[in-house]
Protein backbone atom coordinates (compact mmCIF):
# COMPACT_ATOMS: atom_id res chain seq x y z
CA UNK A 1 0.00 0.00 0.00
CA UNK A 2 1.77 3.34 -1.25
CA UNK A 3 2.20 5.99 1.67
CA UNK A 4 -0.17 8.71 2.18
CA UNK A 5 1.09 11.93 0.80
CA UNK A 6 1.27 15.60 1.39
CA UNK A 7 -1.26 15.82 -1.60
CA UNK A 8 -3.47 13.20 -0.52
CA UNK A 9 -3.86 14.84 2.90
CA UNK A 10 -4.52 18.80 0.94
CA UNK A 11 -6.87 16.81 -1.72
CA UNK A 12 -9.24 15.75 1.49
CA UNK A 13 -8.86 18.96 3.37
CA UNK A 14 -9.86 21.18 0.32
CA UNK A 15 -6.27 23.27 0.67
CA UNK A 16 -3.60 24.15 -0.37
CA UNK A 17 -0.36 21.44 -0.13
CA UNK A 18 1.61 24.48 1.21
CA UNK A 19 -0.93 24.55 3.65
CA UNK A 20 -0.72 21.19 4.55
CA UNK A 21 2.77 21.46 5.14
CA UNK A 22 2.53 24.44 7.28
CA UNK A 23 0.19 22.65 9.49
CA UNK A 24 2.48 19.59 10.30
CA UNK A 25 5.72 21.68 10.56
CA UNK A 26 3.56 23.70 13.53
CA UNK A 27 3.62 27.30 11.03
CA UNK A 28 2.87 29.77 13.27
CA UNK A 29 0.64 31.67 10.59
CA UNK A 30 -2.13 29.16 10.52
CA UNK A 31 -5.87 29.95 12.17
CA UNK A 32 -7.31 27.06 14.58
CA UNK A 33 -10.12 26.15 12.18
CA UNK A 34 -7.65 25.13 9.77
CA UNK A 35 -5.06 23.40 11.71
CA UNK A 36 -7.85 21.30 12.83
CA UNK A 37 -9.64 21.07 9.88
CA UNK A 38 -6.39 19.48 8.04
CA UNK A 39 -5.33 17.74 11.07
CA UNK A 40 -8.41 15.86 10.82
CA UNK A 41 -7.65 14.91 7.23
CA UNK A 42 -4.39 13.63 8.98
CA UNK A 43 -6.02 11.60 11.31
CA UNK A 44 -8.64 10.09 8.57
CA UNK A 45 -6.08 9.45 6.11
CA UNK A 46 -3.24 8.23 8.80
CA UNK A 47 -0.68 10.38 7.43
CA UNK A 48 2.82 10.06 8.95
CA UNK A 49 5.46 13.02 8.46
CA UNK A 50 8.80 11.37 8.41
CA UNK A 51 10.24 12.72 11.75
CA UNK A 52 14.40 13.14 10.79
CA UNK A 53 13.62 15.39 7.66
CA UNK A 54 11.21 17.66 9.89
CA UNK A 55 13.65 17.59 12.44
CA UNK A 56 16.18 18.63 9.66
CA UNK A 57 13.83 21.24 8.38
CA UNK A 58 12.38 22.79 11.02
CA UNK A 59 14.34 22.18 14.63
CA UNK A 60 11.27 20.35 15.96
CA UNK A 61 10.51 17.01 16.51
CA UNK A 62 6.55 17.24 17.12
CA UNK A 63 6.89 15.34 20.13
CA UNK A 64 6.57 16.64 23.16
CA UNK A 65 5.89 14.63 26.85
CA UNK A 66 3.83 14.58 29.74
CA UNK A 67 5.22 13.43 32.82
CA UNK A 68 2.89 12.34 35.99
CA UNK A 69 3.30 11.09 38.77
CA UNK A 70 0.89 8.20 38.90
CA UNK A 71 -0.79 6.83 35.99
CA UNK A 72 -2.62 4.45 37.73
CA UNK A 73 -4.51 7.69 39.45
CA UNK A 74 -7.98 7.74 37.38
CA UNK A 75 -6.98 11.92 37.88
CA UNK A 76 -3.50 11.53 35.61
CA UNK A 77 -4.80 8.73 33.62
CA UNK A 78 -7.54 10.62 32.50
CA UNK A 79 -5.66 14.10 32.10
CA UNK A 80 -3.13 12.09 29.97
CA UNK A 81 -6.64 11.41 27.07
CA UNK A 82 -7.21 14.77 27.00
CA UNK A 83 -3.73 16.19 26.46
CA UNK A 84 -3.03 13.28 24.06
CA UNK A 85 -6.32 14.91 21.94
CA UNK A 86 -5.47 18.02 22.64
CA UNK A 87 -1.64 17.32 21.06
CA UNK A 88 -3.15 15.95 17.84
CA UNK A 89 -5.32 18.57 17.33
CA UNK A 90 -1.98 20.73 17.06
CA UNK A 91 -0.30 17.90 14.89
CA UNK A 92 1.77 16.76 17.73
CA UNK A 93 2.97 13.12 19.52
CA UNK A 94 3.05 12.40 23.44
CA UNK A 95 5.25 10.72 25.09
CA UNK A 96 3.44 9.97 28.57
CA UNK A 97 6.06 9.24 31.46
CA UNK A 98 5.36 8.13 35.28
CA UNK A 99 7.57 9.45 37.72
CA UNK A 100 5.85 8.26 40.57
CA UNK A 101 7.12 11.29 42.38
CA UNK A 102 10.92 10.60 42.48
CA UNK A 103 12.21 13.99 42.41
CA UNK A 104 15.55 12.86 40.49
CA UNK A 105 13.02 11.46 37.52
CA UNK A 106 11.08 14.95 37.69
CA UNK A 107 14.31 16.70 37.04
CA UNK A 108 15.45 14.00 34.40
CA UNK A 109 12.19 14.60 32.75
CA UNK A 110 11.57 18.30 32.64
CA UNK A 111 15.40 18.20 31.27
CA UNK A 112 13.64 16.40 28.12
CA UNK A 113 14.94 13.22 28.58
CA UNK A 114 16.51 12.57 25.62
CA UNK A 115 16.48 16.00 24.65
CA UNK A 116 17.46 15.58 21.05
CA UNK A 117 14.39 14.56 20.44
CA UNK A 118 11.52 16.06 22.40
CA UNK A 119 10.15 19.56 21.70
CA UNK A 120 8.95 20.49 25.56
CA UNK A 121 7.80 18.70 28.65
CA UNK A 122 4.44 19.40 30.16
CA UNK A 123 5.60 18.18 33.90
CA UNK A 124 3.35 17.48 37.05
CA UNK A 125 6.15 17.99 39.83
CA UNK A 126 6.04 16.81 43.16
CA UNK A 127 9.43 16.85 45.24
CA UNK A 128 11.98 18.18 42.18
CA UNK A 129 13.03 21.78 44.04
CA UNK A 130 12.38 25.05 42.90
CA UNK A 131 16.45 25.76 42.44
CA UNK A 132 16.76 22.68 40.18
CA UNK A 133 14.02 23.58 38.16
CA UNK A 134 14.90 27.23 37.62
CA UNK A 135 18.01 26.38 34.94
CA UNK A 136 16.01 23.94 32.92
CA UNK A 137 12.90 26.37 32.21
CA UNK A 138 15.45 29.02 30.88
CA UNK A 139 16.95 26.33 28.50
CA UNK A 140 14.02 23.78 27.50
CA UNK A 141 10.22 24.44 27.06
CA UNK A 142 8.34 23.61 30.02
CA UNK A 143 4.88 23.83 31.51
CA UNK A 144 3.62 22.76 35.01
CA UNK A 145 0.81 21.16 36.82
CA UNK A 146 -0.76 21.46 39.52
CA UNK A 147 -0.60 22.87 43.00
CA UNK A 148 3.45 24.05 43.87
CA UNK A 149 3.54 27.74 44.43
CA UNK A 150 6.26 28.85 42.08
CA UNK A 151 8.42 32.73 41.97
CA UNK A 152 7.60 34.36 38.99
CA UNK A 153 10.72 36.14 39.12
CA UNK A 154 12.95 32.60 39.66
CA UNK A 155 11.32 30.35 36.90
CA UNK A 156 10.32 30.98 33.30
CA UNK A 157 8.03 28.17 32.67
CA UNK A 158 3.61 28.53 32.73
CA UNK A 159 1.85 27.01 35.13
CA UNK A 160 -1.30 25.34 34.56
CA UNK A 161 -3.32 24.58 37.64
CA UNK A 162 -6.99 24.88 39.38
CA UNK A 163 -8.11 27.12 42.77
CA UNK A 164 -7.82 23.81 44.86
CA UNK A 165 -8.55 26.17 48.31
CA UNK A 166 -11.64 27.37 46.41
CA UNK A 167 -12.39 23.69 45.42
CA UNK A 168 -12.01 22.37 48.95
CA UNK A 169 -14.25 25.07 50.16
CA UNK A 170 -17.10 24.49 47.94
CA UNK A 171 -16.98 20.91 49.14
CA UNK A 172 -17.15 21.69 52.43
CA UNK A 173 -19.35 24.07 52.58
CA UNK A 174 -21.97 21.76 50.51
CA UNK A 175 -21.28 19.02 53.59
CA UNK A 176 -22.09 21.68 55.92
CA UNK A 177 -25.07 23.20 54.30
CA UNK A 178 -26.45 19.67 54.68
CA UNK A 179 -26.48 20.14 58.75
CA UNK A 180 -23.21 18.07 59.35
CA UNK A 181 -21.24 19.20 62.24
CA UNK A 182 -18.22 16.96 62.85
CA UNK A 183 -16.81 16.80 59.40
CA UNK A 184 -13.80 15.07 59.03
CA UNK A 185 -10.70 15.59 56.62
CA UNK A 186 -9.11 12.86 54.89
CA UNK A 187 -5.73 13.54 53.23
CA UNK A 188 -3.80 15.53 55.86
CA UNK A 189 -0.75 14.48 54.36
CA UNK A 190 2.08 13.83 56.67
CA UNK A 191 4.53 15.03 53.78
CA UNK A 192 2.63 18.31 53.81
CA UNK A 193 2.50 18.20 50.05
CA UNK A 194 0.97 21.88 48.24
CA UNK A 195 -1.93 20.07 47.18
CA UNK A 196 -2.79 19.02 51.03
CA UNK A 197 -2.26 22.16 52.68
CA UNK A 198 -4.12 23.94 50.24
CA UNK A 199 -7.07 21.73 50.47
CA UNK A 200 -6.59 21.59 54.26
CA UNK A 201 -6.88 25.14 54.11
CA UNK A 202 -10.29 25.49 51.93
CA UNK A 203 -11.75 22.75 54.35
CA UNK A 204 -10.67 25.10 57.66
CA UNK A 205 -11.83 27.97 55.90
CA UNK A 206 -15.28 26.06 55.16
CA UNK A 207 -15.68 25.06 58.61
CA UNK A 208 -14.91 28.80 59.88
CA UNK A 209 -17.61 30.88 57.48
CA UNK A 210 -20.54 27.65 59.41
CA UNK A 211 -19.52 28.67 62.50
CA UNK A 212 -17.92 25.01 62.83
CA UNK A 213 -14.65 23.95 65.12
CA UNK A 214 -11.85 22.19 63.35
CA UNK A 215 -10.76 19.12 65.28
CA UNK A 216 -7.43 17.41 64.62
CA UNK A 217 -9.04 14.22 65.37
CA UNK A 218 -11.27 14.08 62.66
CA UNK A 219 -8.42 15.08 59.93
CA UNK A 220 -6.19 11.43 60.32
CA UNK A 221 -2.72 11.52 58.63
CA UNK A 222 -2.93 10.01 55.38
CA UNK A 223 0.25 8.24 53.52
CA UNK A 224 -0.47 8.22 50.17
CA UNK A 225 -4.05 9.68 48.19
CA UNK A 226 -5.09 6.35 47.36
CA UNK A 227 -8.21 3.70 48.19
CA UNK A 228 -5.95 1.92 51.14
CA UNK A 229 -5.23 4.61 52.95
CA UNK A 230 -8.75 6.32 52.70
CA UNK A 231 -9.77 2.60 53.78
CA UNK A 232 -7.77 3.00 56.65
CA UNK A 233 -8.38 6.86 57.89
CA UNK A 234 -11.67 6.20 57.71
CA UNK A 235 -11.71 3.12 59.50
CA UNK A 236 -9.72 5.15 62.23
CA UNK A 237 -12.18 7.24 62.76
CA UNK A 238 -15.00 4.99 63.15
CA UNK A 239 -13.40 4.10 65.98
CA UNK A 240 -13.98 6.86 67.91
CA UNK A 241 -17.01 7.74 70.31
CA UNK A 242 -20.02 8.63 68.95
CA UNK A 243 -20.22 11.72 70.13
CA UNK A 244 -16.82 12.55 68.16
CA UNK A 245 -17.23 10.11 65.24
CA UNK A 246 -18.51 12.47 61.94
CA UNK A 247 -21.22 12.78 60.52
CA UNK A 248 -19.43 13.60 57.25
CA UNK A 249 -16.19 13.64 55.64
CA UNK A 250 -14.69 15.63 52.90
CA UNK A 251 -11.63 13.62 50.84
CA UNK A 252 -8.91 15.47 49.40
CA UNK A 253 -9.15 13.09 46.41
CA UNK A 254 -11.48 10.52 45.05
CA UNK A 255 -9.24 7.74 45.39
CA UNK A 256 -9.27 8.38 49.29
CA UNK A 257 -13.35 9.09 49.43
CA UNK A 258 -13.90 5.62 47.17
CA UNK A 259 -11.44 3.53 50.31
CA UNK A 260 -13.36 5.55 52.96
CA UNK A 261 -17.22 4.48 51.50
CA UNK A 262 -15.53 1.41 51.55
CA UNK A 263 -14.55 1.65 55.43
CA UNK A 264 -18.03 2.87 56.20
CA UNK A 265 -19.49 -1.03 54.52
CA UNK A 266 -17.89 -2.69 56.74
CA UNK A 267 -18.96 -0.90 59.77
CA UNK A 268 -22.25 -0.62 58.94
CA UNK A 269 -22.88 2.57 58.43
CA UNK A 270 -25.15 4.56 55.93
CA UNK A 271 -24.09 6.98 53.16
CA UNK A 272 -25.25 9.65 52.78
CA UNK A 273 -27.45 8.66 55.98
CA UNK A 274 -25.01 7.92 58.92
CA UNK A 275 -22.05 10.19 56.91
CA UNK A 276 -22.00 12.40 54.22
CA UNK A 277 -18.98 11.63 51.94
CA UNK A 278 -17.51 13.75 49.36
CA UNK A 279 -14.58 13.93 47.08
CA UNK A 280 -11.78 15.92 44.61
CA UNK A 281 -10.67 14.33 41.06
CA UNK A 282 -14.31 14.60 39.10
CA UNK A 283 -12.65 10.75 38.49
CA UNK A 284 -15.10 8.57 36.33
CA UNK A 285 -14.30 5.90 39.57
CA UNK A 286 -16.65 8.80 41.70
CA UNK A 287 -19.74 8.39 38.51
CA UNK A 288 -19.51 4.43 38.94
CA UNK A 289 -18.75 4.14 43.04
CA UNK A 290 -21.43 2.91 45.20
CA UNK A 291 -22.96 5.14 45.76
CA UNK A 292 -21.69 7.45 43.14
CA UNK A 293 -19.53 9.88 44.95
CA UNK A 294 -20.14 13.96 45.20
CA UNK A 295 -17.27 14.95 43.74
CA UNK A 296 -15.03 18.34 42.68
CA UNK A 297 -14.29 18.16 38.92
CA UNK A 298 -11.74 19.81 37.75
CA UNK A 299 -11.65 21.00 34.28
CA UNK A 300 -8.90 18.26 32.90
CA UNK A 301 -10.19 19.58 29.25
CA UNK A 302 -9.43 22.82 29.87
CA UNK A 303 -6.16 21.94 31.72
CA UNK A 304 -4.86 19.98 28.77
CA UNK A 305 -5.43 22.85 26.40
CA UNK A 306 -4.12 25.44 28.39
CA UNK A 307 -0.84 23.27 28.96
CA UNK A 308 -0.53 22.21 25.41
CA UNK A 309 -1.06 25.48 23.23
CA UNK A 310 1.07 26.93 26.14
CA UNK A 311 3.98 24.56 25.86
CA UNK A 312 3.13 25.30 21.83
CA UNK A 313 3.68 28.72 21.92
CA UNK A 314 6.91 28.48 23.41
CA UNK A 315 7.95 25.83 21.23
CA UNK A 316 7.23 28.12 18.18
CA UNK A 317 8.52 31.43 19.92
CA UNK A 318 12.12 32.20 19.06
CA UNK A 319 11.94 35.14 21.61
CA UNK A 320 11.42 34.58 25.53
CA UNK A 321 7.64 34.29 26.29
CA UNK A 322 6.45 35.34 30.07
CA UNK A 323 5.68 33.03 32.30
CA UNK A 324 2.17 32.92 33.37
CA UNK A 325 -0.49 31.42 36.05
CA UNK A 326 -3.24 30.03 34.46
CA UNK A 327 -6.25 28.83 36.56
CA UNK A 328 -8.67 26.10 35.08
CA UNK A 329 -12.31 26.43 36.01
CA UNK A 330 -13.86 23.48 38.35
CA UNK A 331 -17.33 22.91 39.67
CA UNK A 332 -18.89 20.56 42.33
CA UNK A 333 -21.21 17.28 41.06
CA UNK A 334 -23.50 16.25 43.93
CA UNK A 335 -24.39 12.72 43.82
CA UNK A 336 -25.59 10.35 45.91
CA UNK A 337 -23.41 10.22 48.95
CA UNK A 338 -24.16 13.37 49.85
CA UNK A 339 -28.06 13.67 48.40
CA UNK A 340 -29.13 10.24 48.74
CA UNK A 341 -31.42 8.73 45.98
CA UNK A 342 -30.68 7.18 42.76
CA UNK A 343 -28.53 8.23 40.16
CA UNK A 344 -29.43 6.77 37.03
CA UNK A 345 -26.28 7.02 34.47
CA UNK A 346 -26.24 7.91 30.67
Known amino acids: MAAVTL ?12 TV ?23 ELGYRPNASARRLRTGRSGLIALAVPDLSTPYFAELAQH ?13 IEETLGDAKEE ?13 GVILSPLHVSLDELA ?36 ATEHLASLGRTRIAAIGVDHKASATSRQRLEGFQLALHEAGLTYDPRLAPSVKEFDRRNGLLAMRSLTELPADVRPDAAFCFSDMLAVGALRALHEAGLTVPGDVSVAG ?54 KRESTQGGRLALP
Not at 35 to 43: F, G, I
Not at 144 to 168: M, P, Q
Open 107 to 119: LRLATGVGAALLD
Open 21 to 43: SNVVRDAPRVSDATRKHVMRAVR
Open 7 to 18: KDVADRAGVSIK
Open 135 to 170: PVADEFPLVLLGERSYGRERLTADHVLIDNVAAARE
Open 83 to 95: VRAEAAELGLTVL
Open 280 to 333: IDGSQEALYSTPSLTSVVPDRSAIATLAVKCLASRIRSDDPVPFEVHTAPHWLE
